[in-house]
């Protein structure tokens, strides 16, 4: 039982130190044939929005927001990834056997 705990203990501390490495991982999304890209780390977080200059007129509003929710989208789906590799992979380095 005592093992346990202390297992759990090394857990917690092996996640905190994978959510950390995140911070430093960047993913991007684009969208629009790289006419807008988006940056964030593996915990999510924005770093960066770059959109194209032809598209910043009024008359090209609802293409940008349109462009921008997809690479926003993307680049999510990209930090998901990543976020749930490194999370599985401190997991399974202190119980193998467990279904992370």
Do not use: W, Y
């Amino acid at each position: 039982m005592f093992d346990l705990i202390n297992k759990l203990g090394d857990l917690k501390k092996k996640m905190e130190e994978a959510k950390s490495r995140l911070e430093t991982i960047s993913v991007e999304g684009t969208a629009g044939d790289n006419e807008v890209k988006i940056s964030m780390n593996g915990n999510r977080k924005v770093l960066s929005v770059e959109i194209a200059p032809h598209l910043l007129f009024p008359e090209k509003k609802e293409q940008v927001e349109e462009l921008l929710e997809i690479a926003m989208n993307r680049a999510l789906e990209a930090a998901e990834k990543v976020n749930e590799a490194e999370m599985k992979s401190a997991g399974r380095d202190l119980l193998p056997g467990m279904p992370f």
